[in-house]
Every structure is written in structure tokens, then in C-alpha cells.
């Protein structure tokens, strides 16, 4: 165990010594300059983000599913941060390894070599390390980390060990992890929760700048958007679930985007990135359409 901690300090300690490894060869500038103008400017169009990844014909938070997640468009990947038992960052949603491996147990208290042994469910590579994942999506796409580790640490060091503070937005329902992220990395972009048992400011407090508050319809009145729109800030909605089955219907989604609009929703996670996309310029040409013609447009 001695080794293996030492092994995964000696790697953290690596990357973090070399703050700009990643840039220069990474992606294309043009396009990473766009989408961070476009992430800190709320009233800029609306940004898109893939769930776990493309996942629809990848396994979730693998490199396919960010390939796929570039691939159809995708503004802002979506993908969920663990910390292996010896210390190293690794891409994984559930609390165990069960459901998204062939493996089984509790996903912290599994080393990175016992990570490296597992693959995925529906392909052949084992869950990715940060390191991995950031390289890859470097430069193409910005990458939000839903973090589900309280150790926060070995994350903000590889991030900022690549060079990739700007490509890189830290989310968490509990503030307090982001603000220990802050404490480390003062630059990097932070995404709060807004919850229907704590304020605005209770969220945000010592926060500032906020790149995005993540709301829904219970939490998103417009006093709320008002007030994040005045930060200012992006608002973060998830399509998840019922809005996203109603993809497949040209105009049944409408009603539900022009919905998120109006609370100024102003970054949207799903399921399906390139659809979503589409259906939004449609709804948005028809109401452009209703107006002109006096009416018949989204209400």
C-alpha cells in the first residue's frame, strides 16, 4: 500500500509541476476561446451539455462517450469525478462499481491498479483516470466536473497540472467543496446548486465570480433568474427525462424550451446534444415565425 500511495503522490506531483502540459498541443485554440467567451457571457447563446458524456452509443463517462459528446456538438461535457483509494482522480457517477463495470464494491475504496483491471459495461476499457479524460477533451470542449469526492485535492491538481484552470468548471450540490476548490485554485469556475431549503446567497456566499447557477422549476422564479441574471450568471437546467423524450416530436419539445427560456435558462444538459440543438433553432425560427405573422407562436 506504501508503494502504491507513493506511485499516485509521485504522478499528482508530476502533473501539477508542469502547469502547461497539456496547452500546447491541445485541440484548437480558436474553438476554446469561443466557448469560455461564451460560458462567461449569460447573455450569449445557449450552451448544450452532454450527460456523462455522448452515452448513447458509449459506455458513460468513458473517452468514447467525450468523443461522442464532441462529435454531436456538444458545448460542455458533463462528466462525474472520484477519487480512487490511493489517491488518483478517476471518471465514475455511481458510489460503487457495480452497475457501470464488470467489477463490484464501493468505487473510493478501490486502488487505481483495481480500477485498471475493471472495463466497462458495453465496451473494453477500464474507467478513465481525470488525467485521461481532460487530455482527451482538451481544447475541443469545455468539461463541467460533477464532483462526487469531498476530495477535492488530487482533483484541482490534475486540472491545473494540465493547464486547463480555463477549459474546466467545478460543480457540487454542498458549496462548501467548491469553496475548498476555490481555496486552491482561486481562478477556476464554479457552478452552485440552488435548493428549495437554502437562499441564493446562502449558496454562493464567498463564491464570487459564479460561472453558473444550476437550478430546475421548483427553484428557478423569476425573482431567482432576476437575481442571477444580475450576478451576473448562466443558469444550468437539465432536459433530462421528460423534456428529452419529447426530442423525437419536431414541436412537442417547444413548450418546454420556451419554459426554460423564460427562466433564463441559459445552459441545458441532455441526453441528446445534436438533437437538442436542432429542436432548439426550429422552436426558436417558429416562434421568430408567429411573431411576424402576428401569433402562433411558442406562449
Known amino acids: 500500500m506504501k508503494t502504491t500511495l507513493s506511485c499516485a503522490a509521485a504522478m499528482l506531483f508530476a502533473v501539477a509541476a508542469t502547469p502547461a502540459l497539456a496547452s500546447p498541443v491541445c485541440g484548437d485554440p480558436a474553438r476554446m476561446a469561443q466557448l469560455q467567451a461564451q460560458l462567461h457571457d449569460p447573455t450569449g447563446p445557449v450552451l448544450i451539455a ?14 468514447a462517450a467525450a468523443e461522442e459528446a464532441v462529435v454531436n456538438g456538444a458545448d460542455v461535457l458533463e462528466i462525474d469525478v472520484r477519487v480512487s483509494r490511493d489517491g488518483v482522480p478517476f471518471i465514475m457517477h455511481d458510489s460503487t462499481v457495480d452497475r ?5 464494491g464501493v468505487a473510493e475504496d478501490t486502488t487505481y491498479a483495481e480500477l485498471r483491471a475493471l472495463r466497462l459495461e458495453g465496451g473494453e476499457t477500464p474507467p478513465p483516470s481525470l488525467l485521461e479524460m481532460l487530455r482527451h477533451s482538451c481544447g475541443r470542449i469545455l468539461v463541467d466536473l460533477d464532483m462526487k469526492t469531498d476530495r477535492v485535492g488530487p482533483v484541482m491538481a490534475v486540472v491545473e497540472g494540465l493547464g486547463m484552470i480555463d477549459q474546466v468548471i467545478v460543480f457540487d450540490d454542498d458549496s462548501d467543496t467548491l ?6 485554485v482561486p481562478t477556476i469556475a464554479v457552478m452552485t446548486r440552488l435548493r428549495p431549503d437554502s437562499t441564493l446567497a446562502q449558496k454562493n456566499r464567498g463564491l464570487s465570480p459564479i460561472a453558473i447557477v444550476h437550478g430546475d422549476t421548483e427553484t428557478l422564479d423569476r425573482k431567482t433568474s432576476q437575481e442571477i441574471a444580475a450576478m451576473p450568471a448562466r443558469i444550468w437546467a437539465n432536459a433530462l427525462g421528460d423534456i428529452d423524450a419529447g426530442l423525437s416530436d419536431a414541436w412537442a419539445a417547444c413548450p418546454a424550451l420556451a419554459d426554460l427560456a423564460q427562466r433564463g435558462v441559459s445552459v441545458i444538459q441532455t441526453d441528446y446534444p445534436r438533437l437538442l440543438r436542432a429542436r432548439l433553432a426550429a422552436c426558436q425560427a417558429r416562434e421568430g415565425a408567429g411573431e411576424r405573422d402576428g401569433g402562433g407562436g411558442v406562449q
Do not use: F
Open 100 to 104: 457501470t463495470t464488470n467489477g463490484a
Open 179 to 184: 469553496r475548498r476548490a476555490r481555496a486552491l
Open 50 to 63: 452532454s450527460h456523462r458524456g455522448g452515452h448513447l452509443n458509449a459506455p458513460e463517462n468513458s473517452l
